[in-house]
T-cell receptor, first 113, second 112 residues
Framework: QQQVKQSPQSLIVQKGGISIINCAYENTAFDYFPWYQQFPGKGPALLIAIRPDVSEKKEGRFTISFNKSAKQFSLHIMDSQPGDSATYFCAARIIQGAQKLVFGQGTRLTINP | KAGVTQTPRYLIKTRGQQVTLSCSPISGHRSVSWYQQTPGQGLQFLFEYFSETQRNKGNFPGRFSGRQFSNSRSEMNVSTLELGDSALYLC???????????FGQGTRLTVV
């Protein structure tokens, strides 16, 4: 199954709070899990990524937690700011002759000031 | 360093026509992938090119095709446009076939 399930579809968080977005996958052939941030009218921008041999990766206010046995990973945004309001996509990569990203359906995040 | 450049940014076409979209990858990047983004289906992989060869293709009809030139620039073509082809078409470039993918701003295609 080459699906990535993402939840929630939309999320509202107060400024300064923690935003948490979850993703789950089935295919163990996925070897790399990036998160993308997309603002209206723009293309997705690579935010942070993790490989399955690592359980956690932190870059500034953004942290990916990865649970290989459960086939789940999540994005945590600490001290969420209004400028973080965007749509976030998790993805999983599979190499089939070439790299192919399979995306979750996206989470529309709104940070209230 | 310039990012991924896609042209045109916006396009309006009539059903039955064909369209060509262009993508210039980040300098030095040799792999170019194309994705279709729609509200209903999300982001879906179309195809990937490396060294002027299509390496992988997603589950799209043969009306969707592409090519890559020796300078790594890529074009995708959609023939016999249908209303359902209205979407944001995104190009992503990678240094190699297994490195991070960086997206352009996309071409918004509207079929009327």
């Amino acid at each position: 199954q080459q699906q990535v399930k993402q939840s929630p579809q939309s999320l509202i968080v107060q400024k300064g709070g923690i935003s948490i977005i979850n993703c789950a996958y089935e295919n163990t052939a996925f070897d790399y899990f990036p998160w993308y941030q997309q603002f209206p009218g723009k293309g997705p921008a690579l935010l942070i990524a993790i490989r399955p041999d690592v359980s956690e990766k932190k870059e500034g206010r953004f942290t990916i937690s990865f649970n290989k046995s459960a086939k789940q990973f999540s994005l945590h945004i600490m001290d969420s700011q209004p400028g973080d309001s965007a749509t976030y996509f998790c993805a999983a990569r599979i190499i089939q002759g070439a790299q192919k990203l399979v995306f979750g359906q996206g989470t529309r995040l709104t940070i209230n000031p | 360093k310039a990012g991924v450049t896609q042209t045109p940014r916006y396009l309006i076409k009539t059903r039955g026509q064909q369209v060509t979209l262009s993508c210039s990858p980040i300098s030095g990047h040799r792999s170019v992938s194309w994705y279709q983004q729609t509200p209903g289906q999300g982001l879906q992989f179309l195809f990937e090119y490396f060294s002027e060869t299509q390496r992988n293709k997603g589950n799209f009809p043969g009306r969707f095709s592409g090519r890559q030139f020796s300078n790594s620039r890529s074009e995708m073509n959609v023939s016999t446009l249908e209303l359902g082809d209205s979407a944001l078409y995104l190009c992503a470039s990678s240094l190699a076939r297994t490195t991070e993918a960086f997206f352009g701003q996309g071409t918004r295609l509207t079929v009327v």
